[in-house]
Nanobody, 124 residues
C-alpha cells in the first residue's frame, strides 16, 4: 500500500510558476514510476507527465512540453512537478499516481495508487 499526498498548489498569475510535490508513505517510491495527471472542471482527467523509477526517463503531454519538468528524489520519497510559464488553461486539480511497470503511462489504467489532488488556479 502506498499513500500519496500532493502539495504546492495555489493561485498564480499567467506566466508564473509553481512547484508541486508528491510525497509517498507506506512503501518506497523508488519501486514505482510516477505520473502526473490533471482534471479541469467538466473535463476528463488527462495525462501531464511521467517519470521512470530512476528518474532518467521522462515524457510529457504536448500541452505542457517545454514548460513543465518532473523530477524525483528517491531518498526523500518525493516526486516534483515544476510548472513554468503557466497559462489559464493549466487550471485544474493535479494528481500524482504510481505506475508499477512504466507501461501504459498515458492512461489512468496504468496506475494503481493515487493522491487526493492539489488545486492549481492560473488567473489571466
Amino acid at each position: 500500500q502506498v499513500q500519496l499526498v500532493e502539495s504546492g498548489g495555489g493561485l498564480v498569475q499567467a506566466g508564473g510558476s509553481l512547484r508541486l510535490s508528491c510525497a509517498a508513505s507506506g512503501r518506497t517510491l523508488s519501486s514505482y514510476a510516477v505520473g502526473w495527471f490533471r482534471q479541469a472542471p467538466g473535463k476528463e482527467r488527462e495525462f501531464v507527465a511521467a517519470i521512470s523509477w530512476s528518474g532518467t526517463d521522462t515524457h510529457y503531454s504536448d500541452s505542457v512540453k517545454g514548460r513543465f519538468t518532473t523530477s524525483r528524489d528517491n531518498a526523500k520519497n518525493t516526486i516534483y512537478l515544476q510548472m513554468n510559464n503557466l497559462k489559464p488553461e493549466d487550471t485544474a486539480v493535479y494528481y500524482c499516481a504510481t505506475n508499477p511497470s512504466y507501461t501504459d503511462t498515458y492512461s489512468n489504467s496504468g496506475y494503481n495508487y493515487w493522491g487526493q489532488g492539489t488545486q492549481v488556479t492560473v488567473s489571466s
